[in-house]
């Protein structure tokens, strides 16, 4: 008897450490400890059993079986763990579910990415109202009575606002830097600011000219500036963009409010300065005007020009995403076309 | 503007080896930006001088003959041509294969290539003018006359770029660049700014002198439009063409040439950028004045625009009225005629801004206005004068002087600056020594004087009509004579007084990142401009409203007060592609109303605010599914942006509005918004056919952001909290508001109840009619203890009891 249950007993314990899933774990248990097993069995035979060894057999038998119970207990267990939660043969390459879709206009980001990277070097971020009077439009940044801007063909005056005096027309602006003028008027030197916008001309549209687009000016006024201090920001702005370096150069240019005054060029990023159809062959593209503020401009806007002088520059946000991203076509940027703004996230 | 490179050589000694690419490259990065660097003869390649030694007629078709070319070292080719002026014997253009040429001078440039005409061989092509570029410069009398070079004594095979005399360069400058430099309008003044950049020498124009003696006289009323005219009277020409080198630089440039009178005074103008002009004298009543028009004085101009002139407006008088508009155009009447054998010549200087002024009424803008406008230095005059009678005579060499006259009273004035050499160093961040700053600015014309600290600057004539005019100018000669690139870039110092806080700012950035990325919404941006349509859907009333003077469209002269009209429109134009969406627009609005004087007492500007606004819009969600979740993006606006909370409230439908949908937005006690249902009838007028439409508007300017963070810790509960839902039956018309209000409010249903909060709302067959069922979900909980069952049930039980008192609600049974 006893080395029937000790048989009994190894043969379970195989059976139980072989047993690779739950069912046939249960199968095990059925066959040992189960009401007809072999273990219950064997219990049956116990009065047959000499009455001398009677206690000693049962206690082993019940032993063991109470061993095989706890195995198999613990065998469950640790199958459960190893198991999956759902069926094998779940599909792990079917795609995932979307979060809410939405985002912030290409234009958006782009100006976020800039007032970051400008506040870090401690500059302001300036707003100033769409409709400005010709006298902080033109006059206030020198720019002489019959300059053509002025005209109605460049500029979006207002219906009984569009005669008179400068300071008496009102136009949608053609250009933020007035408002700069404006913050130069209540804020005290020195000034780090920069000033995102959108400005207004009146002319014919096409995939590269728009009524509407965006600048972002930065200006700093200070004592002790040189014109050469301006590279420093046109940097800032194209490492910004693109994330590198990218080499600029700095040209003689014209503008009434500053002097001297520049045009601002990089290298062309589409063939890094070799000479392709989109630089027109010269390696350089124009990105925007620069210069020292012009005298007048400080006079106007309360300062001392012997005392102050700066730096500005101003970007066509719109140019800057467009080369950013490709964009071929201006016009996109105010379309509030989902098809096209969805792309941009 | 155009530049001929030999043209310019005339003035400057510029060396044979000169790089090209070099001068361009300084030229743009000192003075003017160079847009193109054209070698002319490019345009000429494989194109030769052949001569016919044969013609026959082409079997096959009427209008085509069989022409033996010469085509050079004695090589004979057939090609088929259609001109009707071919003789044997004459010199040709032909194009070769390979050549670029555009059909009858019109569409895409062709290449040629050996091809058969009707069954005919030819190789390549006997030209027209027009078709190989040189109709102005060639004009044909007749349709299918071809180019006849006979006239120019070279072999058969020659190029034609060396027949012509064409090869040289045509540089292309961007005209934008150089509105602040009126002495470079002509290859003078270039060759002048080349000269100072390379230490050249340039070629001196001497002045023309006279000692005719006549009463010829001109007289100038106004001295101030016109500092300086001079006539003279010249006998001895006629009208016949110019020689061809004249002619040949004229078209280079752009210009097309006329005849010899007229080729000079514009080959002047182009050489010294001092426009002239000749009158037939014979034409010329009595003397010239230059003097204001009269009103309604009328002019008929050289191009047949009849004027009515005013008063504003300079001309050229005779006895009998206006001969030429001044400085702009001149008269058809006595201007050069088939006839003329007499002239007199316009040398004069006319005031910029008056030019200007005449040139745009008129819409009438020519080479001379656009130069004259840039404001030119009177002194250029002499220049161009002595160049004109330099002309005349080569031209016409039994020509007389008989008349003479130069009227210049108030002779031009040089700028004259005072610089301080210290100032000038801190601004070019850099030293240079005396020595260097006097020869750059030698070079460019300035005299300059040295004591001490300080300079003392005289500009030269060409640049003393405003182009330079303080020291910072001077200081910007001196940078670009050494070059922008040889300064490095300096860091600027910076001093942090305090960190950069702007919460206003901030927070408009953080509801936008909030709507985009938070809510799911998709910010546009719109034209602050309106569509009528859509005014007169969302709006419907335009009191109050600004309109542009000269809008986009006549359609779009509204410029808005309210972001909700285009927005729709957005909505509008995306239904096409999208059945649920959501956009938001973050703009300024405009009022006719409030004017205020922030930053000058004289300027007036008008109220202007900038708002939020959103739309969701869906055809696959229940409108009151859509509503709840563009309500919960405002309610949850300011936990997540640090700013005042929103309520709301029914005070004031708009008009917009759905009659049930819609609520107005409060900060504490101000109304600062409103949000909605696009009603039925503003939705179909607005061209939206499936989709409702949420929309919001709230005033930007008027939200509260946060001076901190300011919600406050509370200790985690001790002993646990239950949540027990009821559902109830409450009468359709008792908002939970009022349900809210009741269990919470003032008088709180019993003390421990934490809150109650809405779970959901059921009408339908359930419930008894007139009746909804709402659930609500109960926080009961003590300080002090764990509650016990009873406990929790008595607190509910006055919750019921409360709300069946207060709002009439009562359990619901099943």
Redesign the interface.
């Known amino acids: 008897m006893k080395e029937k249950i000790n048989l009994i007993f190894d043969e379970a314990k195989k059976k139980i450490t072989d047993a690779a899933s739950e069912s046939e774990l249960q199968n095990v248990k059925t066959f040992f400890v189960g009401k007809q097993g072999s273990l219950s069995l064997l219990m049956k035979e116990l009065p047959k059993v000499d009455v001398s060894l009677r206690p000693e057999m049962g206690k082993l038998l019940n032993q063991v079986k109470n061993q095989v119970t706890e195995l198999i207990d613990s065998k469950r267990m640790e199958l459960k763990l190893k198991a999956s939660e759902v069926s094998a043969d779940f599909d792990c390459s079917v795609p995932g579910i979307m979060p809410q879709e939405g985002g912030l206009h290409p234009i958006t980001q782009m100006c976020y990415d800039l007032n970051d990277a400008f506040r870090s070097m401690g500059f302001e971020v300036y707003q100033e109202d769409d409709i400005t009077s010709e006298m902080y439009a033109f006059d206030k940044l020198n720019f002489p009575d019959n300059h053509p801007a002025r005209e109605s063909m460049d500029t979006y005056w207002i219906e009984g606002h569009d005669s008179g005096s400068t300071n008496e027309k009102l136009c949608l602006r053609p250009h933020l830097t007035g408002g700069s003028v404006r913050y130069m008027q209540t804020h005290k030197p020195p000034y780090r600011f920069v000033y995102p916008g959108r400005v207004y001309r009146n002319e014919t549209t096409d995939a590269h000219h728009e009524r509407a687009f965006f600048q972002y000016e930065a200006l700093i006024v200070d004592k002790d500036i040189t014109f050469t201090s301006g590279k420093v920001l046109i940097q800032t702005i194209l490492s910004k963009v693109f994330g590198r370096e990218v080499p600029v150069r700095m040209r003689s240019g014209f503008f009434p409010f500053v002097e001297p005054g520049f045009e601002i060029d990089m290298e062309c990023q589409v063939c890094g300065g070799k000479g392709c159809s989109v630089c027109k062959h010269v390696g350089w593209i124009e990105v925007m005007p620069g210069g020292s503020p012009h005298p007048n401009v400080l006079r106007a806007a309360g300062l001392d020009p012997d005392e102050y002088t700066g730096f500005y520059v101003n970007i066509g946000l719109d140019r800057l995403v467009m080369m950013r991203y490709g964009v071929d076509d201006v016009r996109l940027f105010h379309s509030a076309d989902l098809r096209f703004l969805k792309q941009f996230k | 503007m155009k530049l001929s490179l030999s043209w310019i050589k005339d003035y400057v000694d510029l060396p044979e080896d000169t790089d090209l690419k070099k001068l361009a490259y300084d030229l ?6 160079v ?2 660097v054209e070698f002319l003869a490019n345009r000429f390649d494989k194109m030769v001088v052949g001569v016919i030694e044969a013609i026959e007629q082409h079997p096959d078709a009427d209008k085509l003959r069989v022409c033996k070319v010469d085509i050079g070292d004695g090589e004979i080719k057939n090609i088929v041509c259609g001109g009707i002026n071919l003789e044997v014997g004459m010199r040709v253009a032909v194009s070769c294969p390979g050549a670029v040429v555009r059909w009858h001078g019109e569409g895409e440039p062709v290449v040629i290539k050996n091809a058969k005409l009707r069954g005919v061989p030819s190789y390549g092509m006997i030209c027209a003018s027009s078709e190989i570029g040189l109709g102005d410069l060639f004009p044909a009398k007749e349709e299918a006359e071809i180019l006849d070079l006979s006239d120019f004594d070279v072999p058969a095979g020659t190029a034609i770029a060396d027949a012509l005399d064409l090869n040289d360069v045509i540089l292309e400058i961007d005209n934008k ?5 009126p002495d470079l309008w002509g290859h003078y003044g270039i060759a002048r700014e080349i000269a100072a950049l390379y230490n050249l020498k340039l070629k001196e124009i001497k002045p023309f002198e006279t000692d005719v003696q006549s009463d010829f006289n001109v007289e100038i009323d106004d001295t101030v439009r016109c500092p300086r005219y001079i006539g003279v009277q010249i006998e001895g020409v006629n009208v016949k063409p110019a020689p061809f080198k004249m002619q040949s630089r004229i078209w280079r440039v752009g210009m097309r040439p006329i005849n010899a009178l007229v080729d000079i005074t514009n080959y002047v103008m182009l050489a010294t950028g001092n426009p002239t002009h000749a009158f037939d004298a014979t034409q010329i009543e009595d003397h010239i004045v230059v003097r204001r028009a009269k009103d309604n004085e009328r002019l008929l101009l050289l191009n047949d625009k009849e004027l009515e002139l005013c008063s504003d407006d300079l001309v050229i008088t005779d006895a009998c009225g206006p001969v030429a508009l001044a400085g702009v155009m001149g008269g058809a009447k006595d201007s050069i005629l088939p006839t003329t054998e007499q002239v007199i010549l316009e040398v004069a200087n006319f005031e ?2 008056g030019i ?2 005449t040139a ?1 009424r008129y819409d009438n803008r020519t080479e001379a206005s656009s130069r004259y ?1 840039k404001a030119i230095d009177p002194e250029r005059c002499d220049q161009a004068l002595s160049l004109s009678m330099q002309y005349f005579k080569e031209i016409y060499p039994e020509v007389k002087v008989t008349g003479y006259c130069d009227k210049y009273e108030n002779r031009l004035k040089r700028a004259e600056i005072d610089v301080n050499l210290t ?1 000038l160093e ?5 030293h240079l020594t005396n020595e260097d700053i006097r020869n750059k600015l030698e070079l460019l014309g300035f005299e300059v004087a040295i004591n001490g600290e300080d300079m003392h600057v005289i500009a030269p004539t060409w640049r003393s009509t405003g182009d330079i005019s ?1 020291k ?2 001077v ?2 000669e001196v ?2 004579m050494y070059g ?2 040889n ?10 007084e305090s960190a ?1 806080n ?1 919460k206003d ?1 901030d927070l408009v ?1 953080n509801i ?2 909030y ?3 938070r ?10 401009w309106m569509n009528d349509t859509y005014v007169n859907a969302v709006l419907q009333d335009t009191e109050g409203v ?7 469209a006549p359609n779009l ?1 509204y ?1 808005r007060s309210s972001l909700l009209p ?1 927005l729709c ?2 909505v509008t ?2 239904e096409r ?2 059945d649920d ?3 938001f627009e973050e ?2 609005v ?1 009022y ?1 109303r409030n004017y205020t004087s922030p ?2 007492e ?5 109220e ?1 605010k900038r708002k939020i606004a959103g739309a969701f819009a869906s055809s696959t969600r229940k409108i009151e599914t859509l509503f709840r979740e563009a309500k919960g993006v405002l309610e949850y606006m300011s936990r997540y942006t640090h700013m005042e909370a929103f309520t709301f409230k029914k005070e004031e439908k708009p008009v917009w509005s759905d009659n049930v949908v819609w609520m107005n937005i409060y900060v504490q006690d101000e109304c600062i918004g409103e949000m909605g249902l696009l009603s039925k009838k503003v939705a179909l007028d607005c061209g939206i056919k499936n989709l409702s439409v949420i929309l919001f508007e709230i005033d930007s300017t008027m939200l509260k952001p946060l001076i901190s963070r300011t919600n406050k810790f509370e200790h985690l509960a001790e002993y646990p909290e239950t949540d027990y839902d009821v559902s109830m039956l409450f009468d359709v018309n008792t908002t939970w508001n009022e349900i809210y209000d009741a269990i919470m409010g003032p008088k709180k249903a019993a003390a421990l109840l934490k809150e109650a909060a809405f779970i959901d709302e059921y009408r339908g067959k359930q419930v008894p009619a007139g009746k909804k069922s709402v659930t609500i979900r109960l926080t009961i909980g003590s300080p002090e203890k764990t509650l016990t069952s009873e406990e929790i049930e008595k607190v509910a039980s006055q919750v019921l009891s409360k709300l069946n008192k207060k709002v009439g609600g009562e359990l619901r049974t099943q």
């Open positions: 743009t990065m000192d003075t003017v930006e847009e193109d660049s150089m509105t602040n430099r910029s801004t200007r002024r745009l406008e100032w801190k601004r070019l961040g850099k303080i910072d100018d200081m910007e940078a670009r922008y690139d300064f490095e870039a300096t860091p600027f110092t910076t001093s942090f950069i702007q700012k950035r936008k990142e709507l985009a990325i809510c799911g919404m998709q910010e546009v941006y719109t034209y602050p600004l309109k542009l003077s000269t809008p986009p002269k410029i285009n429109e957005a134009k995306n592609y999208f969406f959501s956009i703009a300024q405009f006719d930053y000058d004289t300027e007036s500007l008008p202007q």
